[in-house]
Each structure stands twice: as C-alpha cells, then as structure tokens.
C-alpha cells in the first residue's frame, strides 16, 4: 500500500521519505511525505526483520562456528538465537572429537618411528669393543689388530692348504706364522685363540 501525503493532527512529523510497504514485507521508496511514528516504527521493524533474516542465510550458508558468531554478536536475541548456540555447540563437539582422534594418530605414528628407529639403529650400532673406542688411536690399533689378523689367518690357510696337498710346511712359513701369532697376543686380538689353535694342528 501507499503511505498518503495528507496526514494530520498529532500523527504529523518532520518531511521524509514516501515508502510502499509491498506484501512480502519489504519497503519500496515513492517518493517525500510526512510520516507518522507508527508507520515509521513498522518500516524500522521491517528492515531489521529483513537484515536478520539475511544474515541468518549467510550464517546457514557458510555453517561454521564463525558464520553463527557473527549473527549472534548481530542479534544476541534474534529470532534463531537458539538455533545458532545449538550448532555453534555441536561443532564445537566435533571439532574436538577430530582434533583428540588427530592427537591420538600423531601419538601413534611418533612411537612407531621411535621404535623403528631404535630397532633399526641397534643393527647397525657398533659392537662392543668399537662402543668403547675413546680416541682416534684406539680407532687405529683397533684397524691394525683387524689387518694383521687377517694377514695371519692367510698365512695359516695358506699352510693348511699345502699340508691337504701332502706336502711339507716349510720353516720360512711357520716362522712368520709364529710371528704374526705373538704380535696377535700381544694386541689381545679376540682371534688369537682360534689361529693359535689351527697353526698347532698343522
């Protein structure tokens, strides 16, 4: 309907605007009139029906805990207050249920690295006598006693591949056998027992 220009008695108020309030609700502009306070109040309520109604459809729209603050910090007691701390509540709820589960996951994953880690490290640890190694000289004799070692265990195969022959050791051979043996000894070699023992069986 049109709001008429010709309002009098007490109802008059300083010139304005003309509105049509349309059957839906919403407010359309005409053109200049004297309003009255009433019809003014009911075009006021209007627009904020309107305002409220849209930022609800926002809120609905966009459905994050954000979107419903906004309408409630808007319209503390607005038509769907109600329904905006309920869903603001709820994924609140779920946000939390999906951030322990994520804890927990990382929680999990953490301890199975650490444990494959340290299983996977001890394989490859040093052993013992290289655990105990202090200074780059122990690093050498520990290089030294392996080389000689291995020179000895050559010499001794070498022995008992002639003596399988039928042949005869020769006394240059078991000399530098005894050789290597002593030094072997001497080092503390952890092999010298096993090529002590094959050399006497030569």
Not at 17 to 45: M, Q, W
Not at 178 to 190: A, P
């Amino acid at each position: 309907m049109t709001i008429p220009n010709n309002l009098e008695g007490s109802n008059k108020t300083q010139s304005g605007i003309t509105f049509r309030i349309n059957e839906d609700g919403s407010i359309t502009r005409i053109g200049d009139f004297v309003v009255s306070p009433k019809l003014a109040n009911k075009a006021n309520d209007a627009d904020n029906i309107e305002v409220e109604l849209k930022l609800w459809n926002y809120a609905e729209k966009e459905n994050t805990i954000s979107s419903y603050n906004l309408y409630l910090k808007k319209y503390p007691d607005g038509k769907h207050k109600d329904e905006a701390n309920r869903r603001i509540k709820s994924m609140a709820e779920r946000l939390g249920r999906r951030k322990r589960v994520r804890l927990a996951v990382v929680s999990v994953l953490s301890c199975s690295l650490l444990i494959l880690f340290l299983v996977i490290g001890y394989r490859f640890l040093p052993n013992k006598a290289d655990r105990n190694l202090k200074t780059p000289n122990e690093l050498d004799q520990l290089f030294e006693v392996s080389e000689l070692e291995r020179r000895t265990e050559k010499v001794i195969a070498a022995m008992e591949a002639t003596k399988r022959l039928g042949y005869a050791v020769d006394t240059d051979s078991k000399k530098k056998a005894e050789e290597l043996l002593f030094e072997l000894k001497e080092m503390n070699s952890i092999k010298y027992n096993e090529l002590n023992r094959r050399y006497n069986n030569l």
